[in-house]
């Protein structure tokens, strides 16, 4: 693997360009002292747009405030997570299999993150740890959650589906929740979301295609983890909701909180 390009991020240093006042701070091994409302708040918008390298460390005093769109609930992301806000969303990186329980979704969450890094992986931006090995950022340990997460789930929101079409999908989009409608699995309908290794008979990560009326298509990925990866996938023309993802050129979906809108058998969860 090649070795990653890493570049340090002072916040404070690029503040002329933020109307936020932004203190530098260096890394520090304990926990910094916070207060509720971070000075530093941007949008994760912005956030994403630091991230000019495939690795960058964040050392200002800089946070995001969001919703959560994305968990392990289904089991459809494996330890991490989706905060989206109204500029966009971002997977955030953590180091626990109980996300739905810790990140319930439509928490409001405040991460702060001084001494995280922003990773470039594919060219999808993703916040997480500073990186040890060969990955763009590593996963927040659980037991430095309550120095990142302050996590209100006393008035929850759900965070707002934009309703795109898949010609309408944009760099802007990744990380975002949308909803696609119209669109049919055609000859993949009646397999399952996930197919099998012939050798281990494991489940194994899956993508499937849709069309639209035009012919234009859109992967749709399904990792094996998924507590309906066994379901069938729908016939006809219905509705996906989930986060828009982006590898190497590549667009794709990732459905959410089951929200399968098939007359012919899709499920909806709200």
Known sequence: MKPIARLTIDIAATAAAIV????????????????????????????????????????????IEGYVAANDLYGEYSRTIVLCDASGGIEIAVDSRRTAETFPIAARVTVHCTSLALGDYGGRVMLGALPSGGYTVDRIAESDFARYFRIDTSAPQAVKTVVVSIAGISPALVGSQVQIDDVTFGPEA????????????????????????SGRTLSVRTIAECEYRTEKIPAGYGSLRGIVEYFNGEYSLRITNHQILFPSGGITQH
Do not use: N
């Open 20 to 63: 936020l006042a932004c203190c530098a701070a260096a890394c520090s091994e304990s926990a910094p002292d916070y207060d509720d409302t971070p000075r530093g708040r941007v949008s994760i918008a912005h956030l994403k747009a630091l991230c000019t390298a495939e690795s960058v460390v964040i050392t200002g005093d800089i946070a």
């Open 190 to 213: 009646g397999l399952a979301w996930c197919d099998t290794d012939p050798a281990s008979g494991g489940h194994v990560d899956t993508a499937r295609t849709i069309t639209d009326r």
